[in-house]
T-cell receptor
Framework: NAGVTQTPKFRILKIGQSMTLQCAQD?????MYWYRQDPGMGLKLIYY???????DKGEVPNGYNVSRSTTEYFPLRLELAAPSQTSVYFC?????????????FGEGSWLTVV | DAKTTQPPSMDCAEGRAANLPCNHS???????VYWYRQIHSQGPQYIIH???NNETNEMASLIITEDRKSSTLILPHATLRDTAVYYC?????????????FGDGTTLTVKP
């Protein structure tokens, strides 16, 4: 029963490098989300997707890109990494957008930019 | 989008009930109230949700005021393992939109 799986769990990047955080869900959920959480702070929505081929910006999208070519996968791309992107990243999914649909979270990816 | 307001921190004695308040005064009629918690920077964990009526499950109870402008999450017999950050969110429902925004939550510390 995998749920939402994120890789890698830990990564150190140098300033200016690029990388992709991978996210996969096996629950056939339509909606997927990427959040970031800075130390001692709450979750901030970066991007979300309502289905394959459809993505939209959240609260803090600058410096990130996403794609959703299939229902299962929702990778997050960091271009030209900056120290301000040091954070914990959570991928999540839900079946639908209505209030009756629970959001399920992955275990997080810890990213440090030095 | 409806926003929520929670106290930044609360303490509770072990074995006592923990009552966590949340204000969502701009909530719309078709928006649910959800509660999640996050332990030690793990992925947030679903606790409970409701629309109008009070709800109870094996983890907690949710009390929603009649005007729906506020709610209270109740952990009936708090244990040390309930120490966590608790998030109250309102699920936004719009055509072709499904984003859900989180605030900073309430850090609950259960003390022996």
């Amino acid at each position: 029963n995998a749920g939402v799986t994120q890789t890698p769990k830990f990564r150190i990047l140098k300033i200016g490098q690029s990388m992709t955080l991978q996210c996969a869900q096996d629950m056939n959920h339509n909606y997927m989300y990427w959040y970031r959480q800075d130390p001692g702070m709450g979750l901030k929505l970066i991007y979300y997707s309502v289905g394959a081929g459809i993505t939209d910006k959240g609260e803090v999208p600058n410096g990130y890109n996403v794609s959703r070519s299939t229902t299962e996968y929702f990778p997050l791309r960091l271009e030209l990494a900056a120290p301000s992107q040091t954070s914990v990243y959570f991928c999540a999914s839900s079946y639908g957008s209505s209030g009756g649909n629970t959001i399920y979270f992955g275990e997080g990816s810890w990213l440090t930019v030095v | 989008d409806a926003k929520t307001t929670q106290p930044p921190s609360m303490d509770c004695a072990e074995g006592r009930a923990a009552n966590l308040p949340c204000n969502h005064s701009t909530i719309s009629g078709n928006e649910y109230v959800y509660w999640y918690r996050q332990i030690h920077s793990q992925g947030p964990q679903y606790i409970i949700h409701g629309l109008k009526n009070n709800e109870t499950n094996e983890m907690a109870s949710l009390i929603i005021t009649e005007d729906r402008k506020s709610s209270t999450l109740i952990l009936p017999h708090a244990t040390l393992r309930d120490t966590a950050v608790y998030y109250c969110i309102v699920r936004v429902v719009r055509t072709n939109a499904g984003k859900s925004t989180f605030g900073d939550g309430t850090t609950l510390t259960v003390k022996p």
